[in-house]
């Protein structure tokens, strides 16, 4: 019988995602076969993207229908004839692996005040202890302020540890063993105040481990590709590889661009009337001018065509930033954008790497083995040899220098490296090119130091030295310069 646990929370968009992927992360670490259930999700057949993220993770791209118990529609028509076939298809694939991550339900489908309670049943069924996953944000949805993403408002440590008491006793009532508890998206100024509050509820004899996460502008911003999706939208122009970028808020230029400009802001999605070629001409001169901040994106809304001669113009800027396009009108579109929720994705490298260095960062991952009882083996897995190179890249930092700063995968690498804390970064190539390129590839250089080989104070201190170093082979300064 493999060994398992089961991650649940008391509600939506606590971003229990985060937490699957950091505990598969850690899981890793035991050198043992790790598998991946679902035991309730949108079809027993179609895509389920959390399951996608973690068998992505795990090189099972192709497992996701045998690792499904049942769709919400089967929960629906008859909850415990669905939680008999739950049992049973977790039983048929269990015996491959020697450690199960269960992953619960996401309140998108179930939306009943028994959903945990129904997640409990199903931990108690599968013998496997639960790991509650807490929100730090309250579940009441308004339509933000023009850019800002759409988020409830931080709940107090009080008011955690209350959802904390709750859902004990839901658990409780249901048989299911609670091993530790996560609280997420906690506003980062009260992280230890809530572990504290939590603690204090939970764990009074000290047997519960507690972790709080920090909130993460990041990982709750909706890419571009989300919000085309929500609003129907074409790419009209632009690199559909950049569509992948997270938005990180939305502007609405429906004044003047002199005061638009003013309200631009990094990695900013902008909604403008297609209508307005002025607008959208405006909104490409200030993203590639370099003092103003680089653009995620445009959305031209009404359902307008651009005309051709504007189309000319565009076509000679030669910006691959994507410029998306809806029929939608103005309200309808900022109503859309307002309430898309960023989604964490198998494709999602930026929230990916973000995802793993939080929780690297405030959870112990030894203390959550420890309390899974999970013994390390001796044979070394790929996914335990890729943990192994990782660790010992954090522990003994090299600094690497990377000569191809004009390639889109150096740069997609190097925002990885950085955001895992895995070596010191130089690299080659034009500082104002390779920051650009990175930020509309929505990757943070920040940390790297970016050097041109071609700086004049540079290349003359190179010719020198290596004048000196072939000397004897006849190298003058002049040859060498």
């Known amino acids: 019988m493999a060994q398992n646990i089961y991650i649940t929370s008391a509600e939506g968009n606590t971003g229990k995602s985060t937490i699957a992927l950091g505990m598969l992360e850690t899981l890793k670490r035991?050198?043992?076969?790790?598998?991946?259930?679902?035991?309730?999700?949108?079809?027993?057949?179609?895509?389920?993207?959390?399951?996608?993220?973690?068998?992505?993770?795990?090189?099972?791209?192709?497992?996701?229908?045998?690792?499904i118990g049942v769709s919400y529609d089967d929960v629906h028509a008859d909850p415990d004839a669905a939680l008999a076939r739950i049992v049973a298809r977790y039983k048929a694939i269990e015996p491959e692996f020697d450690v199960v991550l269960i992953l619960g339900s996401d309140y998108t489908d179930v939306s009943t005040p028994t959903e945990l309670s129904y997640n409990a049943r199903i931990a108690a069924n599968l013998g496997a202890p639960v790991l509650l996953v807490l929100g730090g944000r309250s579940q009441n949805e308004l339509i933000p302020s023009n850019a800002q993403a759409l988020t409830g408002a931080a709940r107090s440590p009080e008011e955690i540890a209350q959802a904390a008491e709750i859902a004990l006793a839901?658990?409780?009532?249901?048989?299911?063993?609670?091993?530790?508890?996560?609280?997420?998206?906690v506003d980062p100024e009260q992280l230890a105040a809530t572990t504290g509050a939590i603690f204090a509820t939970v764990s009074p004899s000290g047997q519960i481990p507690v972790w709080s996460l920090p909130e993460d502008a990041v990982l709750i911003a909706p890419t571009l590709r989300a919000l085309m999706e929500t609003l129907d939208a074409s790419l009209y122009r632009g690199d559909a590889g950049l569509l992948d970028r997270e938005a990180m808020s939305v502007v609405v230029a429906a004044m003047s661009m002199e005061n638009v400009l003013v309200r631009l802001t990094p990695d900013s999605a902008v909604v403008a009337p297609g209508d307005r070629s002025e607008v959208l001409l405006s909104l490409l001169m200030a993203h590639t001018s370099g003092t103003f901040p680089s653009l995620?994106?445009?959305?031209?809304?009404?359902?307008?065509d651009v005309s051709p001669t504007i189309e000319r113009l565009i076509e000679g800027i030669g910006v691959d930033l994507p410029i998306l396009r809806t029929n939608l009108n103005t309200f309808e579109t900022a109503y859309r954008v307002s309430r898309t929720r960023g989604r964490f994705g198998a494709d999602s490298q930026r929230k990916y790497d973000r995802a793993l260095s939080?929780?690297?960062?405030?959870?112990?991952?030894?203390?959550?083995?420890?309390?899974?009882d999970v013994v390390r083996e001796d044979i070394v897995t790929p996914l335990m040899f890729e943990y192994q190179l990782l660790e010992r890249a954090r522990s003994n930092r090299k600094h690497i220098v990377l000569p191809e700063g004009d390639d889109d995968r150096i740069l997609r690498a190097a925002g990885t490296l950085l955001e895992r804390q895995a070596a010191a970064l130089t690299i080659l190539g034009d500082e104002n090119d390779i920051r650009g390129r990175a930020s509309r590839l929505g990757r943070d250089l920040t940390g790297a130091c970016i050097l041109s080989p071609f700086d004049p104070e540079l290349r003359e201190r190179f010719a020198q030295s290596y004048a000196q170093l072939r000397a004897h082979k006849g190298v003058t300064l002049e040859q060498a310069r």
């Open 296 to 304: 995620s994106g445009i959305i031209l809304n009404g359902g307008f």
């Open 30 to 67: 035991s050198g043992k076969t790790i598998g991946v259930f679902r035991p309730i999700s949108r079809s027993t057949t179609g895509e389920d993207y959390i399951l996608d993220l973690l068998l992505a993770h795990l090189w099972m791209p192709d497992r996701a229908p045998d690792l």
């Open 170 to 185: 839901e658990l409780h009532d249901e048989h299911a063993q609670l091993i530790a508890v996560i609280a997420n998206r």
């Open 358 to 372: 939080i929780f690297d960062a405030h959870v112990d991952g030894k203390a959550i083995l420890a309390v899974l």
